[in-house]
């Protein structure tokens, strides 16, 4: 059993432990090659555009570096539970967090199928989009559905939408669009192609400004790795 002098010694030094820890397996790194597991959780959208491409080339050039990502459009607490980073627009990260800027400026496009919007009609502010059709998204971690956010002229406007689909997933959004069963609110670049081939129109585009994009954030107490320091380098936004 400890003395009351080792209880003393064992709480001066305890918060130490974990600096020493990680100091310790970035000798070993440096010995030999970076390695660690890190577990990521990001929305399906910073996964596929940004998280994958820096992933892949950190497999590539360092193999014993392993990589889980969790898909999660809500608002998960990394730290209870137990991811060593997530991805969120910069607007979202808590204060008591490293945010490192990884993507450049988002903006939401509001689409539909020409034959939608010819038998429904368009809406000319957010406030007609209580009378259509809308495809929800579903913030699982969160228990809610995403309400719409508008911005113009310095009036914001967040609009609760209803419709027959609710999905928590993008890319099934951008399908039931496609398909016609109502609008859909999705980052512009996963429908560039779908707007230039005419499939889907966009509407309500001026009450749609750029806001900032996705950012890669960590505990601000974290002891950092080499492995997962060339993981943050990877994935940071180049100017």
């Given at each position: 059993m400890?003395?009351?002098?080792?209880?003393?010694?064992?709480?001066?030094?305890g918060n130490h432990l974990d600096g020493i820890e990680a100091g310790l397996a970035e000798l070993g790194e440096l010995r030999d090659k970076p390695a660690g597991?890190?577990?990521?959780?990001?929305?399906?959208?910073?996964?596929?555009?940004?998280?994958?491409?820096?992933?892949?080339?950190?497999?590539?050039?360092?193999?014993?570096?392993?990589?889980?990502?969790?898909?999660?459009?809500?608002?998960?607490?990394?730290?209870?539970?137990?991811?060593?980073?997530?991805?969120?627009?910069?607007?979202?990260?808590?204060?008591?967090m490293i945010a490192v800027r990884i993507g450049p400026d988002l903006e939401m496009a509001?689409?539909?199928?020409p034959a939608y919007l010819e038998a429904?009609?368009?809406?000319?502010?957010?406030?007609?989009?209580?009378?259509?059709?809308?495809?929800?998204?579903?913030l699982v971690s969160a228990g809610a559905l995403y309400a719409w956010e508008f911005e113009k002229d310095g009036r914001q406007i967040n609009v609760r939408v209803d419709g027959q689909f609710t999905f928590n997933t993008s890319g099934l959004i951008r399908k039931a669009a496609?398909?016609?069963?109502?609008?859909?609110?999705?980052?512009?670049?996963?429908?560039?192609?779908?707007?230039?081939?005419?499939?889907l129109v966009r509407v309500?585009?001026?009450?749609?400004?750029?806001?900032?994009?996705?950012?890669?954030?960590?505990?601000s107490r974290r002891q950092n790795s080499l492995a997962f320091r060339l993981l943050v380098d990877a994935l940071r936004l180049r100017s």
């Open positions: 400890p003395t009351e002098a080792g209880d003393r010694l064992l709480a001066t030094v597991h890190f577990r990521i959780t990001s929305t399906e959208h910073a996964a596929e555009t940004l998280l994958w491409p820096a992933m892949e080339k950190i497999a590539n050039s360092y193999p014993d570096i392993t990589l889980e990502i969790v898909i999660d459009v809500g608002l998960s607490n990394i730290v209870t539970e137990r991811y060593d980073a997530g991805v969120r627009i910069g607007e979202a990260i808590e204060k008591d509001v689409v539909g199928t429904r009609g368009l809406p000319e502010s957010p406030q007609d989009l209580v009378g259509h059709n809308c495809i929800n998204l579903r496609l398909a016609g069963h109502g609008l859909a609110s999705i980052p512009v670049d996963q429908v560039q192609d779908d707007l230039a081939s005419g499939r309500l585009a001026d009450w749609c400004p750029p806001f900032s994009g996705y950012h890669l954030y960590y505990p």
